[in-house]
T-cell receptor, first 117, second 112 residues
Framework: DADVTQTPRNRITKTGKRIMLECSQT?????MYWYRQDPGLGLQLIYY???????NKGEISDGYSVSRQAQAKFSLSLESAIPNQTALYFC????????????????FGEGSRLTVL | SQQGEEDPQALSIQEGENATMNCSYK?????LQWYRQNSGRGLVHLIL?????REKHSGRLRVTLDTSKKSSSLLITASRAADTASYFC????????????FGEGTQLTVNP
């Protein structure tokens, strides 16, 4: 089984609908992230969480919200989806740099492809 | 933006040749990381170089870092068709609280 699991892997929805993307991890990491990737572009950080009680906005948080339900679970919501939120969404985790030899590298899920019509 | 910029955007080479990708960034960093992404898949960490290091090797990968020029390069030696992927640099910059900022990537195609 994958260490970082995202559901759903693919979703097509309509403008104005509420969408939730879920992420769960078995790596035991405290830090979790949501990134967005548009075609041919790099990743942009939407939200990140360094522990269950710590939620922070990233570069492009407008139109998105998150919930950290447990150390292992971090979900991303689009309250009212719009077409320019069509993208590939990635969840990632990391350990605190220096913890058990960790360098703080990110471990990614396989992505959730969202299309908003 | 603190985002790194990568050069070239696309690179096509023959198997056995070396591939060099470059990354420039704007502010001081704690470390710089390189990731690989196969088409539409999740990114995979390749190598990390700290701000006080100048060169690092891992198998066929060689990374250099020039903090005075705010640039890094990734060299893949003796490339294989399986190296075909997008390669991204990501910077952990000092005031970000250990969040990574990604460049736009280099699409590498290795022809058999």
């Amino acid at each position: 089984d994958a260490d970082v699991t995202q559901t759903p892997r693919n979703r097509i929805t309509k403008t104005g609908k509420r969408i939730m993307l879920e992420c769960s991890q078995t790596k035991g990491h405290d830090r979790m992230y949501w990134y967005r990737q548009d075609p041919g572009l790099g990743l942009q950080l939407i939200y990140y969480s360094f522990d269950v009680k710590d939620i922070n906005k990233g570069e492009i948080s407008d139109g998105y919200s998150v919930s950290r339900q447990a150390q292992a679970k971090f979900s991303l919501s689009l309250e009212s989806a719009i077409p320019n939120q069509t993208a590939l969404y990635f969840c990632a985790t990391s350990d605190l740099p220096g913890t058990g030899g960790s360098t703080g590298e990110l471990f990614f899920g396989e992505g959730s492809r969202l299309t908003v019509l | 933006s603190q985002q790194g910029e990568e050069d070239p955007q696309a690179l096509s080479i023959q198997e056995g040749e070396n591939a060099t990708m470059n990354c420039s960034y704007k502010t001081s960093i704690n470390n710089l990381q390189w990731y690989r992404q196969n088409s539409g898949r999740g990114l995979v960490h390749l190598i990390l170089i700290r701000s006080n290091e100048r060169e690092k090797h891992s198998g066929r990968l060689r990374v250099t870092l020039d903090t005075s020029k705010k640039s890094s390069s990734l060299l893949i030696t003796a490339s294989r068709a399986a190296d075909t992927a997008s390669y991204f640099c990501a910077t952990d910059w000092e005031t970000s609280g250990s969040r990574l900022t990604f460049g736009e990537g280099t699409q590498l195609t290795v022809n058999p």
